[in-house]
């Protein structure tokens, strides 16, 4: 009789979770702790918030992720938190890790582990070959290539750096600043508008350049 019991009641639990619930406010967003997305808007079940596990197979998209938000290519529209893994992440604000070949979010609170990293702004560390961000309050290192607007602790590369504004840029090939920089160590060349000291293999060029 147990057996039975416990036979029925697993396949029920497991319905149960899979069913989006609602609080009782109307036109509010649905909940699920679950979530099988197959090709968005397919998704089992349609729910806004996902807090829990979200498998996508394909494509995903909802407006709000935390927990685990794994698959192929994952896109949170307003906002996420936890490990995000797949091919692409994308997502509005995240809160965690994202780790894939292409990771995007407009807001950055964590980590990006990937071969291209974008964002916005970040306060947490992009690492890949190529990162891109408008304001980076972290260290960029990509192992190619580094693009920012502003990026307030320096830039790190084997490859190149590329910034409006930053107080150190140390690359193997070459550093580019359009703004102001404190110092440059290039293994190939330095540019930049108004610049503390540059170290170079091949050349430097500054337009104000202290040393």
Not at 165 to 170: E, K, M, N, R, T
């Amino acid at each position: 009789m147990q057996k039975s019991i416990a036979r029925f009641a697993f396949p029920g639990l497991l319905f149960c979770a899979l069913l989006p619930w609602k609080p009782a406010i109307a036109d509010g967003p649905t909940y699920t702790p679950v979530q099988i997305g197959f090709f968005a808007p397919i998704q089992i079940p349609d729910a806004d918030v996902v807090g829990g596990l979200r498998f996508n197979i394909f494509f995903g998209e909802s407006d709000y992720v935390y927990g685990l938000d794994a698959g192929f290519v994952n896109v949170v529209e307003k906002g996420s938190g936890g490990l995000a893994v797949g091919i692409a992440n994308a997502s509005d604000s995240h809160v965690g890790i994202q780790g894939g070949f292409f990771n995007y979010a407009d807001d950055l609170y964590g980590v990006q582990l990937g071969v291209i990293n974008g964002s916005d702004s970040q306060i947490g560390w992009q690492l890949g070959l190529i990162n891109w961000t408008d304001d980076s309050f972290m260290p960029m290192t990509g192992l190619m290539a580094n693009f920012a607007d502003s990026a307030f602790l320096g830039q790190y590369s084997l490859g190149i750096n590329n910034t409006d504004d930053s107080v150190l840029q140390i690359a193997g090939l070459g550093n580019n600043n359009d703004g102001d920089t404190w110092l440059q160590i290039a293994g190939g060349a330095n540019i930049s508008k108004n610049v503390f000291a540059q170290v170079s293999g091949v050349f430097s060029d500054g337009q104000k350049t202290t040393l």
